[in-house]
């Protein structure tokens, strides 16, 4: 009997076991078949746009390693394929890179959703806030935040950004004496996250006497971090990344920045149960961002959800301070290099005050050479490199060539302000490019340092004012 039932038992568990062998072998199967059709889907979308040539397996990554190089290599190229040419991430995913302004302004005039991709990899840091969001969603957030970046609240900010300026430059008064070299990338980035709380916030503080802030490098450290995520293969699996060292570096970092931005949310939200307090906002002339975040509601009433709140405060928080920084250092920089540009903006900048040690807001629009030069550095290092999206619905370029509805299309701008077929001696700085005369005989998409069309860069009045 137990011989004839462990017989039995054997003969169950073997069929078993073939049927979940026959399981798997039939959906390995229909896996490769039907990654086979995506890669032939792809090859037959790209095939009107020639590119470099590409590895079987690890398409341009190898190519773009280590990372310093990715921009000089991609220029290369841009160089050969002067409108667009693909960018292949292994065997199954596939960018359109545009370098030309004619192709993107055909695709930045239409409103289509950010690619999964490349900003799917932020959602853990940032949230779906505007940088992320799409359709009617991302429109009712859109026209929620705009009047946060009206003329009228801008106006007061200078006098806020003028004294965050002032706290960094008496710190570099004290380091001169030392004779050492000074990293001003950090320093610049807690002047530029001082100056969104102050604006953005209303908050106070007192982070650039931090001599080691936890949220300015845990910014630091998200940004690598995502960046290095797109070149390697293994971690296109989200599984397979949360379980390695980096995965586990990613969330840490999250939760610095998180617990950043949840303490500003809830310090206001605590103050706006305070009745006398809401009273005070109530009857501001001007609110803050927070303030209009807080007190939004849609047309039946209902405020933003705590987790669109924190989003949006992620978003604005990120940024609004780490882009700018970028744009002041790498300013700063260009500056250095070339000390006849520098001279003429400083000359400028003591017509301008006269008498006076501050900038005012009526001194902005007075400051013409510095702002050739602003641009002018923004030209050959935008803070954002490039944007990308995802089609939802075919495109037609301007000389005829299409892509089909998914596919993934990126702009890249510093490869757009590089292109020789538009701009004479690219490497060269001179701000007279930005001349009233030259700018109108150029492409109005041949520079887009806040890129362009309805996903426009809603920020970039406030940038350009800090950075003057």
Same mark, same amino acid.
């Given at each position: 009997?137990?011989?004839?039932?462990?017989?039995?038992?054997?003969?169950?568990?073997?069929?078993?076991?073939?049927?979940?062998?026959?399981?798997?072998?039939?959906?390995?199967?229909?896996?490769?078949?039907?990654?086979?059709?995506?890669?032939?889907?792809?090859?037959?979308?790209?095939?009107?746009?020639?590119?470099?040539?590409?590895?079987?397996?690890?398409?341009?990554?190898?190519?773009?390693?280590?990372?310093?190089?990715?921009?000089?290599?991609?220029?290369?190229?841009?160089?050969?394929?002067?409108?667009?040419?693909?960018?292949?991430?292994?065997?199954?995913?596939?960018?359109?890179?545009?370098?030309?302004?004619?192709?993107?302004?055909?695709?930045?005039?239409?409103?289509?959703?950010?690619?999964?991709?490349?900003?799917?990899?932020?959602?853990?840091?940032?949230?779906?806030?505007?940088?992320?969001?799409?359709?009617?969603?991302?429109?009712?957030?859109?026209?929620?935040?705009?009047?946060?970046?009206?003329?009228?609240?801008?106006?007061?900010?200078?006098?806020?950004?003028?004294?965050?300026?002032?706290?960094?430059?008496?710190?570099?008064?004290?380091?001169?004496?030392?004779?050492?070299?000074?990293?001003?990338?950090?320093?610049?980035?807690?002047?530029?996250?001082?100056?969104?709380?102050?604006?953005?916030?209303?908050?106070?503080?007192?982070?650039?006497?931090? /001599?080691?802030?936890?949220?300015?490098?845990?910014?630091?450290?998200?940004?690598?971090?995502?960046?290095?995520?797109?070149?390697?293969?293994?971690?296109?699996?989200?599984?397979?990344?949360?379980?390695?060292?980096?995965?586990?570096?990613?969330?840490?970092?999250?939760?610095?920045?998180?617990?950043?931005?949840?303490?500003?949310?809830?310090?206001?939200?605590?103050?706006?149960?305070?009745?006398?307090?809401?009273?005070?906002?109530?009857?501001?002339?001007?609110?803050?961002?927070?303030?209009?975040?807080?007190?939004?509601?849609?047309?039946?009433?209902?405020?933003?959800?705590?987790?669109?709140?924190?989003?949006?405060?992620?978003?604005?928080?990120?940024?609004?301070?780490?882009?700018?920084?970028?744009?002041?250092?790498?300013?700063?920089?260009?500056?250095?290099?070339?000390?006849?540009?520098?001279?003429?903006?400083?000359?400028?900048?003591?017509?301008?005050?006269?008498? /006076?040690?501050?900038?005012?807001?009526?001194?902005?629009?007075?400051?013409?050479?510095?702002?050739?030069?602003?641009?002018?550095?923004?030209?050959?290092?935008?803070?954002?490199?490039?944007?990308?999206?995802?089609?939802?619905?075919?495109?037609?370029?301007?000389?005829?060539?299409?892509?089909?509805?998914?596919?993934?299309?990126?702009?890249?701008?510093?490869?757009?302000?590089?292109?020789?077929?538009?701009?004479?001696?690219?490497?060269?700085?001179?701000?007279?490019?930005?001349?009233?005369?030259?700018?109108?005989?150029?492409?109005?998409?041949?520079?887009?340092?806040?890129?362009?069309?309805?996903?426009?860069?809603?920020?970039?009045?406030?940038?350009?004012?800090?950075?003057?």
């Amino acid at each position: 009997e137990e011989a004839r039932f462990a017989s039995c038992l054997v003969m169950e568990l073997s069929r078993l076991l073939h049927l979940v062998v026959i399981f798997c072998l039939t959906w390995m199967l229909i896996k490769i078949i039907q990654l086979y059709r995506q890669r032939q889907e792809l090859l037959k979308t790209m095939s009107s746009f020639p590119g470099p040539p590409v590895h079987w397996l690890y398409g341009h990554i190898r190519e773009l390693l280590p990372m310093s190089s990715t921009l000089k290599k991609a220029e290369s190229w841009s160089c050969v394929y002067p409108f667009a040419f693909p960018l292949w991430f292994g065997r199954f995913s596939v960018c359109l890179m545009i370098t030309h302004p004619d192709y993107a302004k055909t695709l930045l005039a239409r409103a289509e959703p950010k690619d999964a991709f490349t900003y799917q990899s932020l959602i853990p840091w940032i949230g779906r806030g505007l940088l992320v969001l799409d359709g009617p969603k991302w429109m009712q957030h859109r026209k929620l935040l705009t009047p946060g970046f009206h003329y009228n609240i801008l106006k007061p900010y200078v006098a806020l950004m003028a004294d965050s300026t002032r706290i960094m430059l008496d710190k570099w008064e004290q380091l001169i004496t030392q004779e050492t070299s000074v990293d001003l990338f950090k320093h610049v980035s807690l002047m530029t996250l001082d100056s969104i709380m102050k604006c953005a916030f209303s908050y106070n503080s007192n982070c650039q006497m931090d /001599r080691e802030n936890s949220y300015v490098q845990a910014v630091f450290d998200l940004c690598f971090l995502v960046n290095e995520k797109l070149y390697h293969i293994l971690y296109q699996n989200d599984l397979i990344y949360w379980l390695s060292p980096q995965g586990y570096q990613f969330r840490k970092a999250c939760q610095v920045a998180h617990h950043h931005t949840d303490k500003i949310i809830k310090e206001r939200k605590e103050c706006l149960r305070n009745e006398e307090e809401q009273q005070k906002i109530q009857t501001k002339k001007q609110l803050d961002f927070l303030d209009i975040l807080l007190c939004a509601k849609d047309e039946n009433g209902a405020g933003l959800s705590d987790e669109d709140l924190r989003a949006e405060v992620d978003t604005f928080m990120f940024e609004g301070h780490d882009t700018t920084a970028s744009g002041i250092s790498w300013m700063l920089y260009c500056l250095a290099q070339n000390p006849e540009h520098q001279q003429k903006c400083r000359e400028e900048i003591k017509a301008i005050l006269g008498d /006076r040690n501050t900038i005012q807001w009526d001194d902005l629009s007075k400051m013409t050479y510095c702002t050739m030069c602003i641009k002018e550095s923004l030209r050959l290092y935008p803070p954002v490199p490039g944007v990308s999206r995802q089609l939802s619905k075919p495109i037609t370029f301007s000389d005829g060539r299409t892509l089909r509805e998914g596919s993934w299309v990126a702009v890249s701008f510093y490869l757009m302000h590089r292109n020789p077929s538009i701009w004479k001696d690219p490497e060269v700085f001179d701000p007279l490019r930005f001349t009233p005369e030259n700018i109108s005989s150029r492409d109005t998409h041949a520079f887009l340092p806040f890129s362009a069309g309805p996903r426009n860069c809603i920020g970039q009045q406030f940038a350009m004012n800090e950075m003057k």
